[in-house]
Structure formats: C-alpha cells, structure tokens
C-alpha cells in the first residue's frame, strides 16, 4: 500500500530554515513518470505549489520562493526533503508532500502544519 | 506567476448540474492539455477528480466531467450530491516548467 507521511517542526522561529521530510512506502522513487512534490496551504487559504523533483535530479520551483528553497531525494532511504530558509509568519501552513504522474499529483500526504511564531 | 482565476463559489441544488471556470492565459491553461482538479473537504488533503483536461481516474465517479477552450478550463459536476460539497482547485503546467493552481472554489449544495 502506497503512503506518503511528512514530518517536520511543528514550530518554526522568524529567520530560521524550515526543513520537511517525507517517507515514502510501497513504490519505488526512481520511476521515470514520477515527480515528487511539496504543496503548501496557509489556513484558510488556498494551495501553492513549492517544488518538484525527478530521480534524476531536475527540480523545479516556484519563482516567488526559489530564492529561499531547496528540495532533495534520497531513494536509497525512500524520502526527499525540503528546505525553506529565511521563513516569516507568511511561511505559516499546512505542507503537503505529493507524488507527481504525469501531469498530475495523484497521490498526497495528509499533511503537516508548521508555524512561523517567535 | 500569478494564480489561476476561480469563481470564489458555487452552489447547486441536489440533483442540478454546475460548472467550475478556471482561467489562465496562452501559458498556463492555453498551451498545454496539462490542467488538473483537486477537490478538497475541510481537514483533509486535496483528491484528484479530473487529469489532463478531461479524464478521469479511476474511482472518481462519472458525474465529474472536465473540458478546456482557449484558457479556460472548466470542470462540471453533473447530479450533484450533498457529498460534493467541498473545496476544488485547478492546476496547470506553464511554459516556465512549473505549475500555478488555481484561486480555488467553494461549492454548496443547497
């Protein structure tokens, strides 16, 4: 069964990096029609796209955060991860990981809210 | 990039059909068969209803329909049910290799 699970902070300092990992079970990572996303939702809100990665290495970002973002894999330990740095309250949100096929996420994870607070 | 543009909401009555714009430009929506709906109810994360315009997955019932002209795509959902009331969102490729979603929509069943 496949599952995506995120884990992060929780809390998050003004300035500091947030960094957000998410396991992946029961696929394989390096499939060649997968990307691996990251999703966020401030409350209330509407979903922004953050970044996508390939096995292969491509990313992809947002041009309103690239300048401040950073997303890895590693499949040998099944997870990628994102960094965030330099996060104000606007980084406040519920993130999601997500599995891209395509052109589309057709899988995501539940969900991990991470706030921005001093 | 800016987002895409959603109706803020629609509403329906049980049994009647409703129609849900997601506008973009020649881009985003316009330029590639790459558009995306996600429904979403409160607490939970997004589902896939509509890949690539116009198909479905599978699961996702046959009264959700999904159709693009110029940089407009639309999703319909025909006999709507009190289930489908929720939250949806388009999401589309764009020429600068990345995605944008859409405003989002809040559908109520009256």
């Known amino acids: 069964q496949f599952q995506l699970q995120e884990s992060g902070p929780g809390l998050v300092k003004p300035s500091e990096t947030l960094s957000l990992t998410c396991a992946v079970s029961?696929?394989?990572?390096?499939?060649?029609?997968?990307?691996w996303a990251w999703i966020r939702q401030p409350p209330g809100e509407g979903l922004e796209w953050i970044a996508n990665?390939?096995?292969?290495?491509?990313?992809y970002y947002n041009p309103s955060l690239k300048s401040r973002l950073t997303i890895s894999m590693d499949p040998s330990r099944n997870q990628f991860s994102l960094n965030v740095r330099s996060v104000t309250t606007a980084d406040t949100a519920i993130y999601y990981c997500?599995?891209?096929?395509?052109?589309?996420?057709?899988?995501w994870g539940q969900g991990t809210l991470v706030t921005v607070s001093s | 990039q800016s987002a895409l543009t959603q109706p803020a909401s629609v509403s329906g009555s049980p049994g009647q059909s409703i129609t849900i714009s997601c506008t973009g430009t020649?881009?985003?929506?316009?330029?590639?068969?790459?558009v995306s709906w996600y429904q979403q109810h409160p607490g939970k994360a997004p589902k896939l209803m509509i890949f690539d315009v116009s198909y479905r997955p599978s699961g996702v019932s046959d009264r959700f329909s999904g159709s693009k002209s110029g940089n407009t795509a639309s999703l319909t959902i025909s006999g709507l049910q009190a289930a489908d009331e929720a939250d949806y969102y388009c999401?589309?490729?764009?020429?600068?290799?990345?995605?944008?979603f859409g405003t989002g929509t809040k559908v109520t069943v009256l």
């Open positions: 999401i589309a490729f764009t020429s600068s290799i990345t995605y944008v």
């Open positions: 997500a599995r891209w096929k395509g052109a589309s996420i057709d899988f």
């Open positions: 020649s881009s985003d929506v316009g330029g590639y068969n790459s």
């Open positions: 029961g696929d394989s990572m390096t499939r060649d029609d997968y990307h």
């Open positions: 990665i390939h096995y292969t290495g491509a990313t």
